[in-house]
């Protein structure tokens, strides 16, 4: 192999490996970059997901304060209609303790 030989392999050698890694630059770029459009929606898909756990949060705190408000009334609701049970028994008894008055009343004349 002369001078100008080895001169000329030795450039297409350089030529093919300057080539090969432009191509492999290019390919890795190509796979791995995010445009200047795809930022700017990723930022406003961000922003809607923060908006959206903010308005979850807001809900989840109000479906608490409601669900504690509606505990209440029914405890509320179950110790008034244990006091009307209640009433409602004794107004029974004394009920049967005036029938019982008014028949032996009766049976007495």
């Known amino acids: 192999m002369n001078r ?3 001169i000329t392999a030795t450039a297409v050698i350089l030529l093919l490996a300057f080539a090969l890694g432009w191509f492999t630059y290019w390919l890795l770029h190509r796979f791995t970059r995010v445009a200047g459009g795809d930022v700017a929606e990723m930022d406003n898909l961000a922003q809607a997901l923060h908006e959206a756990e903010e308005a979850r949060d807001h809900a989840l705190i ?3 304060e409601r669900e ?3 505990m209440n009334q029914i ?3 179950e110790a008034e209609l244990r ?3 209640e009433g409602l028994r004794d107004a029974r008894h004394e009920a049967e303790e005036m029938r019982a008055y008014i028949e032996r009343m009766h049976a007495a004349n």
Request: proline content about 0%; cysteine-free; glycine content about 0%.
């Open 68 to 70: 504690a408000e509606l």
């Open 75 to 77: 405890a509320q609701t």
């Open 4 to 6: 100008q030989e080895f």
């Open 62 to 64: 109000y479906l608490e």
């Open 83 to 85: 006091a009307a049970m």
